[in-house]
């Protein structure tokens, strides 16, 4: 199908293409953040062989205006002894950078709020702000708890960031080019074909980044109270929650655009296909919610830095390989081949990977 | 070679959760579905059958709670007991059923029911008036098998069978 475009300034003037798609992008993130939780809780309780909230509206589906109202109507408690303007901004500081990211992603051809010819070195710069919001409120909390959560948080959210940033430049390399418009336009064969292992990579880094399960541990639901939220309730526990749903919707969009093909794909219209690879991406990551167990801290660094990382940086260097020595050959010929090295090199790493020089169990 | 260890686990554990989602929830959704309960149930009240009751007050002995109260009086014309008061804290009573196998004439009962939870404390009181068989204060077939062959089957998750009763 042939690509259609929208000029960079629909809908006329630039003025008005910044209105139009800040307040597509606003809407977007809101009704897809009670999209969201409302799927989450729906295919996390039919998985476990629950039924999940069912009560509010028709299947449930009101429940994430319940909780919204719940959530808008509670008492605003700020710690006595807290930094109580710092206390106020943290929401503020871990939220508006995962909705900046949503600035670049494009919902189908042309139709993005600003096609920066570096969007994705802008994305993994601007998601990196979040955990400033996080330490801003463990500090602003005055309580030692709320401290440590986020400064754990913060360990694992910076390790994490090198897979993911190394993973990602693999494909930068494949279309060349930073901007997501121009990777989209590059992707004629989806580069999850042709990048296996640094969709992996990125994939579980990204899981890692935004706090998901196997890697929750800093917040683990189901033993913490919390990590640096604690002394949050209210709205401003509203907006972090925000926050990470709007994270978790930004990492299926920034895979969704990097290795899925974005908006591309045949017979429904572009922004529908985007729709439903973001829907894909994050159903596998409420499915894998429900299957992995909760790993340990210090699984979670060193899957980080003895696994992802070294794997990272040879995915790199192969896909650098291939492009460099082999420029003319068809992309199809490295589809099978960067599979089997993807095989290859995580049974061979598997076999390397050992915790506390091989006297802890993996 | 341990395949588990390669991601073949995890790949086992993903197939495992994604079979579940055309499974049945095994929750049943209270007030609309309710589960049979086991017809030897020991629901929350006890009935009492004023009719073949001859006031001898084994019950009373065996309940070890001391929440059955029985008072009689002496018919000298008929030559036998005549109850004129039978109470039954159910809330000191434990359920354990003893009364019911103590009493020598089948005249007590356990009940069937499970939803009858009160809001004041002193509702949990019965005595003579509302203790006896109705349709709505159903007897279990505790201790007398002839009756809980009568009740309909306790219905089991495995049966997925969510029906009303």
Redesign the interface.
């Known amino acids: 199908m042939a690509m259609q475009w929208l000029p960079p300034d629909w809908p006329g003037n630039f003025w008005a293409h910044w209105a139009v798609f800040t307040v597509i992008i606003v809407a977007f993130i809101l009704v897809m953040f009670l999209a969201f939780t409302w799927f989450e809780r729906r ?1 996390l ?7 999940g909230p ?1 009560r509010a509206g028709p299947f449930g589906l009101l429940q994430p205006v319940a909780d919204g109202l719940k959530v808008l109507l509670k008492e605003d408690i700020v710690p006595a002894k807290g930094d109580k303007l710092v206390h106020w901004l943290a929401p503020v500081v871990a939220f508006v950078p995962a909705m900046l990211i949503f600035a670049v992603i494009p919902f189908q051809g042309g139709a993005l709020l600003a096609d920066l010819n570096i969007g994705i070195l802008y994305i993994v710069a601007i998601s990196s702000v979040t955990t400033v919001g996080i330490f801003m409120a463990g500090w602003a909390s005055n309580n030692k708890y709320s401290t440590l959560g986020a400064m754990r948080q913060i360990a694992s959210v910076v390790s994490y960031e090198i897979p993911v940033v190394l993973s990602v430049v693999g494909v930068v390399l494949l279309a060349g080019s930073l901007s997501l418009q121009q990777i989209v336009a590059a992707q004629d064969i989806p580069f999850i074909l042709l990048q296996p292992l640094g969709f992996l990579l990125f994939f579980i880094g990204a899981l890692a980044e935004i706090n998901r399960t196997p890697f929750d541990l800093t917040e683990a639901d189901s033993e913490l109270v919390a990590g640096f939220n604690i002394e949050y309730s209210g709205i401003k526990w509203g907006l972090f929650f925000l926050a990470e749903y709007a994270e978790a919707l930004a990492i299926s969009a920034i895979v969704t655009t990097v290795f899925l093909g974005g908006w591309r794909g045949p017979l429904l219209p572009d922004w529908l296909w985007f729709l439903v690879k973001v829907g894909i991406i994050f159903f596998v990551i409420v ?2 919610r ?3 167990p909760r790993v340990r801290i210090d699984q979670l660094m060193a899957l980080a830095w003895k696994f992802l990382f070294p794997l990272a940086l040879l995915n790199l260097l192969i896909t650098a390989v291939e492009i460099l020595v082999w420029p003319e050959v068809s992309l199809w010929v490295f589809v099978p081949v960067n599979i089997a090295i993807a095989i290859v090199l ?2 061979l790493w ?2 390397f ?1 050992k915790l506390g020089w091989g006297k802890v169990e ?1 | 070679m341990k395949f588990e260890r390669y991601g073949l686990g995890i790949a086992k554990g993903l197939t495992v959760t994604i079979r579940h989602l055309l499974r049945r929830p095994v929750t049943t959704q209270y007030p609309e579905q309710r589960l049979n309960p086991s017809r030897r149930t020991r629901g929350n009240e006890l009935i009492w059958d004023e009719a073949k009751c001859t006031g001898c007050g084994t019950c009373a002995k065996a309940c070890h709670i001391g929440a059955i109260h029985i008072s009689t009086s002496t018919d000298l014309v008929n030559n036998k007991y005549e109850v004129k008061s039978y109470e039954v804290d159910t809330g000191y009573c434990i359920f354990c059923g003893l009364c019911v196998e103590a009493c020598p004439f089948e005249a007590l009962f356990m009940s069937y029911d499970y939803e009858r939870a009160q809001y004041r404390r002193g509702d949990l009181f019965q005595s003579k008036e509302n203790m006896a068989e109705t349709p709505e204060r159903k007897v279990s077939g505790y201790f007398y098998p002839g009756r809980a062959a009568k009740l309909p089957k306790q219905s089991l998750l495995v049966d997925n069978d969510r029906g009303k009763r």
Request: zero cysteines; charged letters at 10%; glycine letters at 0%.
């Open positions: 295919a309780a039919i998985m476990q062989a629950r039924l069912n499915w894998i429900t299957t992995i995580i049974v598997s076999k990977f993996v």
